[in-house]
């Protein structure tokens, strides 16, 4: 702690940042974009090849979505102008900025984008944001448990062409849930259900199983437990039910994050247990 805070005259915690960033978030995250990002960009010379330019083309094209001919003639004048844009603009507007660059590709020049995103995540942690990257998406995920979650359920329904439809749901899930401007609580819910169903259908092999009908027929494969199956319909529902937790939530209006984070991260314990058991009983996904 620090002798400012020990004395009482700098408050000892922050609030979490929902929807701001104060000014040690914004310079931290800074420092990560000009150190692993634009520090990182070569000016062609007679031995280098040059990064710089085709790295700013992408970025007025494709993010400020501005005519690449005002691009200034001076590189220090190009960075004045990122820096002025991150800085002065909305705070999530500084979130799409560090989106951008955790997902941009060239072959005219190479950004270590891992690298950038831990940086970044480092940051975040530090000054309370409520926000992390999880893969290449900024979500409003700040529990390291929740992160790690939805990102090993991710990660491996990405290996299988039988889970391509769980990994196609939770992305959407992530994705409505962490959307900035607009996020969509109630379909990152159905997502979330939709991905349940996904895995339990690829184990019972049966694709117009219902999540209730799946879980009954790979409860055997798997040995399932009846408390934990009992738990896990009750939980969910038999979303082909019109009284099921799908539909239940699906009319209420009111649903918000709280709720939809809930759903994502249990949907994706779910998901892992399901996919650690099948393989211990030697079930295999192509």
């Avoid at 690829?202 to 009908?213: F, H, R, T, V």
Wanted: hydrophobic share 35%; proline share 2%.
């Amino acid at each position: 702690m620090k002798f400012s805070q020990r004395i009482g005259k700098v408050a000892t915690f922050k609030q979490m940042q929902i929807e701001s960033l104060d000014n040690d978030l914004k310079n931290g995250l800074w420092n990560g974009i000009k150190l692993l990002v634009i520090d990182t960009l070569q000016d062609g010379d007679a031995y280098t090849h040059e990064e710089f330019n085709p790295f700013c083309i992408l970025l007025w094209h494709n993010h400020y979505k501005l005519p690449i001919d005002i691009i200034p003639e001076y590189r220090y004048q190009s960075e004045k102008f990122i820096r002025d844009s991150f800085f002065n603009g909305q705070w999530f507007e500084s979130y799409d900025l560090l989106e951008f660059f955790a997902n941009i590709e060239s072959d005219s020049f190479y950004i270590e984008k891992e690298g950038f995103k831990i940086f970044c995540n480092e940051i975040l942690e530090r000054e309370f944001s409520a926000y992390r990257f999880i893969g290449d998406t900024i979500s409003a995920i700040s529990n390291p448990n929740e992160i790690e979650e939805i990102e090993n359920a991710i990660n491996q329904s990405g290996h299988f062409t039988a889970l391509k439809g769980v990994n196609i749901h939770l992305k959407s899930a992530l994705e409505k849930l962490s959307d900035r401007k607009s996020p969509d609580y109630r379909n990152s819910i159905k997502e979330s259900i939709s991905a349940i169903e996904s895995v339990a259908k690829a184990i019972s092999e049966n694709p117009k199983d219902s999540l209730g009908g799946a879980l009954d027929k790979i409860k055997g494969k798997i040995k399932l437990h009846a408390s934990l199956e009992r738990g896990f319909k009750q939980l969910y529902g038999y979303t082909s039910d019109s009284d099921g937790i799908r539909h239940a939530l699906m009319d209420d209006h009111n649903c918000d994050f709280e709720d939809a984070k809930y759903m994502l991260v249990s949907s994706s314990s779910f998901i892992n247990y399901l996919i650690v058991k099948a393989s211990k009983a030697g079930i295999t996904f192509k």
